[in-house]
């Protein structure tokens, strides 16, 4: 069964930094393309950033310089380390990826206070 499990979202006041996690199961993580969305209130989710199984790596305009996607294939593990946090980052970030079909996590919080 497939499940991408995030972790690490939270409250943090703007400038600070949140590691968030994503732990992958049940797909081929080295053969899969893996990206974080996030989804802030009444609002459409959009994409922050992907990372393909070669290392290739596309961030949303929002957030580049600040935000830094990674993943560990031997740990099955996507990262976004979030830097220079905003309040308009707040959102719930989604990871999703997959070999041939998208997957999605449970989401986790991430509120950046003012």
């Known amino acids: 069964q497939v499940q991408l499990v995030e972790s690490g979202g939270g409250l943090v006041q703007a400038g600070g930094s949140l590691r968030l996690s994503c732990a992958a199961s049940?797909?081929?993580?080295?053969?899969?393309?893996m990206g974080w969305y996030r989804q802030a209130p009444g609002k459409q989710r959009e994409l922050v950033a992907t990372?393909?199984?070669?290392?290739?790596?596309h961030y949303a305009n929002s957030v580049k310089g600040r935000f830094t996607i990674s993943r560990d294939n031997a740990k099955n593990t996507v990262y976004l380390q979030m830097n220079s946090l905003k309040p308009e980052d707040t959102a719930v970030y989604y990871c999703?990826?997959?070999?041939?079909?998208?997957?999605w996590g449970q989401g986790t919080q991430v509120t950046v206070s003012s």
């Open positions: 990372i393909t199984p070669g290392g290739s790596i």
């Open positions: 999703c990826g997959g070999a041939t079909t998208a997957y």
């Open positions: 049940g797909i081929i993580f080295s053969r899969s393309n």
